[in-house]
């Protein structure tokens, strides 16, 4: 069983987040340290700890999170300038809570990123 986070927490209420979508597959609420005007977290409501631990039976869920990202983005304003979905994966890629999340970041210029 994966290890408990504070993404669990906050999907169970135990603590307080400024949660704008929740339905039985995910949970999506306001980063506690925007980088930008929207920044939201979107992650399934099943421990997955990183992406690395993805399955066949999770692709659901994580279809899910891109229609669920795809709807809050309409709905802060940002789906017609542009946003960013970002998933980091371990360590090295930045991750820092081991249960899988998607930030969406927008609501101003992002400028470019180049892959290395």
């Given at each position: 069983m994966p290890q408990e986070t504070i993404f669990s927490k906050i999907i169970r209420k135990e603590i307080p987040a400024d949660i704008v979508y929740q339905d039985d597959?995910?949970?999506?609420?306001r980063d506690i340290a925007p980088q930008a005007p929207t920044h939201i977290l979107i992650i399934p409501n099943k421990i997955i700890p990183t992406v690395n631990d993805v399955t066949p039976a999770?692709?659901?869920?994580?279809?899910?999170?891109f229609t669920v990202a795809a709807k809050l983005a309409q709905e802060a304003g940002t789906a017609e300038d542009g946003y960013r979905l970002i998933v980091n994966c371990n360590k090295h890629g930045g991750q820092e809570v081991f249960h899988l999340h998607m930030h969406?970041?927008?609501g101003?210029?992002?400028?470019?990123m180049l892959a290395k």
């Open positions: 597959l995910v949970t999506a609420f999770d692709e659901q869920v994580l279809g899910h999170l969406l970041v927008g101003e210029p992002l400028g470019k």
